[in-house]
């Protein structure tokens, strides 16, 4: 079992702001996760935003987003971050982080292959 707790971060800020998301989770093998942001804006579906290899040493991003946010991890907290700079309106969603436990670089910008998800922490961003 893996919980995922999204803490502080999240919140309102103005465009070309910055916000820092972090996700704190369980489970002696963090390392070895796959882990995600992903988000969702109202009535829209949850999209992909960023993933990274549990060792670090692969990431991902979705355009939307690339040259913009970076997503890092520190294995020793347990814990992922996602850096978001030059924000947009359109950047206005609630965030979500997920675990993938498969032992594979591939799919990860799907969520039905992440099996753990924080509760997810709004972020909107005013123009």
């Known amino acids: 079992q893996v919980q995922l707790v999204e803490e502080s971060g999240g919140g309102l800020v103005q465009a070309g702001g910055s916000l820092r998301l972090s996700c704190a989770a369980s489970?002696?093998?963090?390392?070895?996760?796959?882990m995600g942001w992903f988000r969702q804006a109202p009535g829209k579906e949850r999209e992909f935003v960023a993933a990274?290899?549990?060792?670090?040493?692969?990431?991902f991003y979705a355009d939307s987003v690339k040259g913009r946010f970076t997503i890092s991890r520190d294995n020793a907290k347990n814990t992922v971050y996602l850096q978001m700079n030059s924000l947009k309106p359109e950047d206005t969603a609630v965030y979500y982080c997920?675990?993938?436990?498969?032992?594979?670089?591939?799919?990860?910008?799907?969520?039905?292959?992440?099996?753990?998800w924080g509760q997810g922490t709004q972020v909107t961003v005013s123009s």
């Open positions: 990274i290899r549990g060792s670090g040493g692969s990431t």
């Open positions: 489970g002696r093998t963090f390392s070895t996760y796959t």
């Open positions: 997920a675990a993938d436990l498969r032992p594979i670089w591939y799919g990860i910008t799907r969520s039905n292959e992440y099996h753990y």
